[in-house]
């Protein structure tokens, strides 16, 4: 059996050894959970004002800019890695375990045990990875850091920085997966995401600094329109109007309308689901119901197919910018991986921008119509075409991939299911009480269900970066906040039943 086991077993006594938090030995009241949720979120909008110590402000570049609300960090503080290292880890084992190079079976309780162990090893990994090359290109310390310590020394003080601050959302993570309520990469993802909607919806300061004017209108959607309304004769608003209103920045009309039928599509969806009737195996009478939503993946999935998008927009720019980087044989300034303008985080063109989020329809839907007045030198209508489906291609068939994938490592497959409703004594009226049947039961929904549910995931993604949303909280940001709101809802629904009823602790897999 000792020859059997996978190599991250050599690890794992050095993973055991790093700061983590521990579970709750009993049961955690609700009130409690909520404490701790509460507390997370507060710390989290501290991190995320408290900017990085000696950095140039003005000097530095955010690689991760277009992603930055599903980041769920901020540009040029603490968080600035926000939650990447995390999900790029998650990522990486997701694709090891799942391709089997990594031989572990995540059902069995001491190779689930060394999964998390050296998931918390890599995660500090990740941290250095993602860190390293941001400092030595993008983030600039200021002059005076620089004379105080030195190039190097200024450098490594903001590496030490990013990496303390992005190893506490680690552990604030586990804080809220262990003593709270849900996943906290979710909740953070969700607060950042409500926190753009709602300055995007309603702040009235102008864009520029100075009074409001038709030259400096306000950033939000509302009172920008309604500064429009009140300013524009009918013959402006029918001699362009519309389309400044509608279209034009800041917040269009029409990411706000975007954003809000998002909210009612996935809002509907998630409260689409199957239900397996279940009775009680000795006490007559007793009945229930288990639940396969259509959304059985939850928001997982894209949240995994954004960090790996980020991480390829990442890595594109390093290769074509880094002055070490772009050195390198056939990855170093090769224009078909990625090519970007200078003084620029956004791919202009290659690989990375054919697999970039489109941002609104002013970015790709007018270039195809009107390319005379909408288009630009670099791409035509065709090429502007072929971003649109291979991006909301590669978003369809990634986020099935890591549906996939995250069903078989959440034990929220057939057999793993089947056991639990095995263990709370319940079974499926008119099949025989035997696992095995009831995996056979549940074998007919939950594969479907799972590559429906990543596939439905993506393509609301994806057609919602391509509608546009105001903040510039991304489709995708939107689409996760929905979700998590959601799910984050009946979860509490959840725990408040286990507080009544004690004994569906054990049905819950809380005991």
Not at 121 to 144: C, D, W
């Amino acid at each position: 059996m000792e020859e059997n086991k996978s190599l991250l077993y050599r690890f794992k006594p050095i993973a055991d050894r790093l700061p983590a938090v521990t579970r709750p030995e009993g049961h955690v009241h609700f009130r409690t959970k909520m404490m701790w949720v509460i507390l997370i979120l507060i710390i989290y909008f501290v991190m995320t004002n408290i900017y990085i110590y000696g950095l140039d402000q003005e000097k530095t570049l955010d690689l991760f800019a277009q992603y930055r609300t599903i980041m769920a960090g901020a540009s040029g503080s603490l968080l600035q890695l926000g939650i990447g290292p995390i999900v790029t880890a998650s990522i990486i084992m997701q694709l090891f375990v799942g391709a089997k190079i990594i031989k572990l079976d995540l059902t069995n309780k001491e190779d689930k045990a060394c999964y998390q162990s050296f998931l918390k090893l890599l995660v500090i990994i990740m941290i250095v990875v993602e860190a390293v090359p941001q400092v030595f290109g993008y983030l600039i310390p200021s002059a005076n850091f620089t004379s105080a310590f030195g190039s190097g020394g200024a450098k490594i003080l903001i590496i030490l920085q990013l990496f303390v601050g992005s190893y506490i959302v680690f552990l604030m993570d586990e804080v809220v997966s262990k003593w709270g309520i849900g996943s906290g990469i979710s909740l953070f993802i969700a607060a950042g995401v409500s926190e753009a909607l709602f300055t995007g919806t309603v702040n009235w300061n102008p864009v520029s600094a100075g009074a409001v004017s038709m030259s400096n209108l306000p950033a939000g959607t509302i009172p920008k329109t309604i500064y429009l309304l009140s300013n524009m004769s009918s013959g402006d608003i029918a001699n362009g109007g519309y389309e400044l209103l509608m279209l034009g920045g800041p917040n269009p009309l029409i990411a706000l309308i975007g954003t809000v039928c998002i909210f009612l599509v996935v809002a509907y969806l998630e409260s689409t689901r199957i239900e397996l009737p279940l009775s009680h195996g000795s006490a007559r009478g007793a009945r229930g119901r288990y639940p396969i939503k259509l959304i059985y993946a939850s928001n997982i999935p894209v949240i995994l197919m954004a960090a790996l998008l980020a991480n390829i927009s990442m890595f594109a720019l390093l290769f074509y910018t880094n002055p070490t980087l772009s050195g390198i044989p056939l990855l170093g300034h090769n224009d078909l991986i990625g090519y970007f303008q200078e003084g620029t985080t956004h791919a202009a063109g290659g690989f990375a921008w054919y697999v970039s989020a489109p941002t609104g329809l002013t970015s790709w839907l007018l270039p195809i119509l009107d390319p005379g007045n909408y288009g630009d030198a670099l791409h035509g209508p065709i090429q502007q075409m072929m971003r649109v489906v291979i991006y909301f291609t590669v978003m369809v068939l990634g986020s099935i991939m890591f549906a996939k994938f995250w069903i078989s490592t959440t034990n929220m497959g057939a057999e793993s299911v089947a056991n639990q409703i095995q263990r709370s004594g319940m079974q499926i009226p008119g099949f025989r009480r035997d696992p095995r049947v009831l995996r056979r039961v549940l074998d007919r929904y939950i594969p479907i269900v799972t590559v429906l549910s990543g596939a439905i995931v993506g393509a609301l993604a994806a057609g919602a970066d391509l509608i546009g949303t105001t903040g510039n909280a991304s489709g995708t940001g939107v689409l996760l906040t929905v979700g998590i709101l959601i799910q984050f809802y009946e979860a509490m629904g959840r725990e408040q039943m286990m507080e009544m009823h004690p004994v569906m602790r054990g049905f819950f897999g809380e005991e």
